[in-house]
């Protein structure tokens, strides 16, 4: 007897869950991480010229967490330090700002994106991973085309915050399933749909929507599965979209393979010569692998 796809699939569905309620979602995810909502703060006050550096570091001080782990960094051997310092303002002056920028990154990655989750089973390190990733490579395609990494860079290591906040909710309510098994060979979103009635990413655009930031951020989240269908902030939505993608060539990307349709629309949006992919793909793992020296300090 040979069994079809969807016999297996059936032994693997779970029993019935109640589809994901919204309201309650966004309420249980008050116990998620707050630091995402404060770099986009210093993010802008970072990127300044005009900003002091007292000023930024009366931002981070309001974070304890925050401070302990810059002074960590900048106390540690990748900086060649040979002075232990103490006071925030001078370890900001140690490194400078545009290095603050990058240590805040990967900071805040760690606090809110090293988590495992089951539900899709996806180990911390791999979540973390796959975050960083998008937005370092988000940051890279902003910087090329010249335009403020910021909210790119938010953008790209929120995308997937919506299965972080799926996972919560399921722990919470004591029904967790492996949607990934569950789905098999299928789309992961359209699993997503058939068990919990909703997908992460129309999750996770709910919560970055709740939590108040802009637009220009949470728009792309909400896009990124049709992002050619998007009917505005077409270049953000791009930045997303390229950016995932750049992230899944970093194990090899061969030259020959035509580009898929979503990279094919992107180019354009954001003046991108299709020639300049290979050189984009190497800038972001680089990046990427700099970010990831940086982030085994704090693990």
Known sequence: MITTNSQIRETRMPKKIDPISIPLLLEFSTSLPASPRIFTRLSSLVQNEDTGLDYVASIVKMDPGLTAHLLRVTNSAYYG?????????????????NEVHK??????AHDSFYQ??????????EYADECIAVGVASEVLAKRIGIDMSAPYIAGLLHAIGKLAINLYLERLE?????QAIA???????TEMEVLGVTSWQTGFELLRHWQFEPEIWQ???QQESPTDSDKYHKQTAILTFSIWITRQFSG???????????????????????DVASL???ARFEFNDRQNLFSMLI
């Open 103 to 108: 240590v805040l990154c990967v900071i805040i």
């Open 81 to 97: 330090s040979t002075v232990k310092l103490t006071d925030i303002e001078s370890a900001i002056a140690r490194i400078g700002l």
């Open 253 to 275: 990307f061969d030259f020959e393979d035509e580009l898929p349709p979503e990279i094919q629309w992107a180019l354009p949006k954001l003046g991108i010569d299709p020639l």
């Open 281 to 283: 793909i190497d800038e």
């Open 184 to 190: 098999g060979e299928n789309s992961i979103y359209d």
């Open 116 to 125: 495992a989750l089951p539900s899709y089973g996806v180990t911390a390190t």
């Open 175 to 179: 029904t967790m399933v492996d949607l």
């Open 220 to 222: 792309p989240v909400r």
